[in-house]
């Protein structure tokens, strides 16, 4: 059985990731039938930790997963250990005397407890002594909710989640108010001030990206922009002479393994390093994302036997959130470097011959899964192959992100 799977990360107030809320479906067949799954669902979560190992998809990090009533009475949390999950207790869930029982015997086993999309007017109100984490929704909840909930319901032991952060502001704001943990897409968003300076380090990278990406760069350049970064040139060696790329003889020099590598892999690895240093004061989730999103376009390619495509693919991806490594709207940034229009045109929403490739990484990435079935259909893709796909692509984003931090 396929299983689907999006992930969210959830940050705490260091802009670390605390954990992942995982969003699942057993198929995208009949999505627009009535749900009556628990049983099914119950199912598809069980099979998940068996069919693609949690610690893929989180990285070690909590997975929030949230449970229904029902679940939660036929007693579907105690199949994962305690300390990988988080339990999302939905806010139509009431809080009668036999799920108070419950959530009594899984905060007494180390469960952490989280009450998910929290109003006043909430069935699941009567658990929130038991909770350990509240999650309020920054779009639905008004400015005085968001304050009258932490001020009223704040104490030593609860923490609360601000969801649906969108914006940098909304980020500042929720800090400000007292929340602890933050979900939502204010981190691939840039924060733009007028006037605002970039740093000289991030002009470099931009210089060598442009380089890079020339129809013809100059090989010379780029092998004095690398030697002359130490950090680079170090990564750049150990990455190459590592098992990843088995080459028998010891590469020994910056331009020997420019050589070696050829340009195609150059222009890959030099900028997945040069992003890196780019987003070196953002959350490494940022650049985590990038990488996914550029795997994921790529096997998909191959998947479809557009292999020739598949180089730009992967930059699309890997660009698709430069603007806001940057801090700078995404159409000055792409101005300046000397990108094929076919990558440049999804990324500024004009649409263009890969915009089916962005548009359904984007879908399954938050779990929308009607979307996630017209562009693989588009593409002419089994959508029984995309979970697989994604879980490749988080995984070699895993194995490579420590060659480049």
Known sequence: MNVFVARQPIFNRKNEVFAYELLFRSSLANLCTQYNGDLATSQVLADSFLLLGIESLTGGKKAFINFTSNLLKEGYPGLFPPDLI????LETVEGDEEIIKICQNLKSRGYLLILDDFALSNKSRALLPLADIVKVDFQESTEVEKIEYIREYGREELE???EKVETHEEYVQAREYGYNYFQG????RPYILKGKDIPAYKITAMQL????????????KLSSFVSRD????YKL??????????FRTKVKSVKHALVILGMKEIRKWLTLMTMRNMGEDKPDELLMSSIIRARFGELVAWETHLEEKSADIFMMGLFSLI?????????????ELPLDDDIKEPLLGRGGNLEVFYDLTKAYEVGSWPAVTENSQKLGINTERV??????SVEWANEFFPWIR
């Open 230 to 233: 130490v950090a680079m040139s």
């Open 185 to 188: 897409y204010y981190f691939c």
């Open 387 to 392: 979970p697989p796909i994604f879980l490749q």
């Open 160 to 162: 609360f989640l601000a």
């Open 323 to 335: 603007d806001a490594l940057l801090d700078r709207p995404m159409e000055d940034v792409l101005n």
């Open 209 to 220: 990206l442009e380089e890079l990406h020339k129809p013809d760069p100059d090989f010379e």
């Open 86 to 89: 988080g339990i999302e207790i």
């Open 237 to 246: 060696l150990k990455l190459v002479n590592s098992a990843a790329f088995g």
